[in-house]
């Protein structure tokens, strides 16, 4: 078990990263739970919680329909739109306005035409997407994030 930020979180992993967010991955008895947490410095908060929303005060999340979230950035921009049902769904707003669709679940992650058949990279993240739709395979968690994991 690891404390993030408090939470408990059992077996889990970190699939993917995003504009400063780490998507965390957790089987349940009762299908997928997903958090997202933004890293930001020196107060990292979580803008999804286990399925959940979880008030974050640095961006505006709608959460029209159980599993499916939309976040925008404080200044009204769209972050990402995620979907969580048997595997989770996120559609990243690239730089230039597009959209990158990834995919993943327990056992695979897609992320536009890469696939990967894993989404556990020891306590690193599976893909990291950047702001102009680059993708790469693997990356660590910057030690000011680490540091709240326990």
Excluded: C
Excluded at 38 to 64: C, M, T, W
């Amino acid at each position: 078990m690891t404390l993030i930020l408090g939470y408990q979180f059992g077996e889990y992993s970190i699939p993917l990263s995003f504009a400063d967010r780490y998507f965390i991955l957790e089987s349940a008895p009762d299908g997928l739970k997903v958090s997202v947490l933004h890293g930001r410095d020196e107060a990292p908060v979580f803008e999804v919680l286990k399925n959940e929303p979880a008030g974050s005060p640095y961006s505006n999340l709608i959460h029209s329909v159980p599993g499916v979230f939309a976040v925008r950035d404080q200044t009204g921009r769209p972050v990402y739109q995620l979907q969580i049902g048997a595997e989770a769904r996120a559609a990243l707003v690239l730089a230039d306005g597009s959209e990158l669709e990834v995919r993943f679940s327990g056992d695979k992650i897609q992320a536009g035409s890469l696939e990967t058949a894993n989404t556990k990279f020891g306590s690193g993240i599976g893909v990291k997407v950047g702001p102009d739709g680059t993708v790469g395979i693997g990356n660590y968690l910057p030690y000011s994030l680490l540091k709240w994991f326990q």
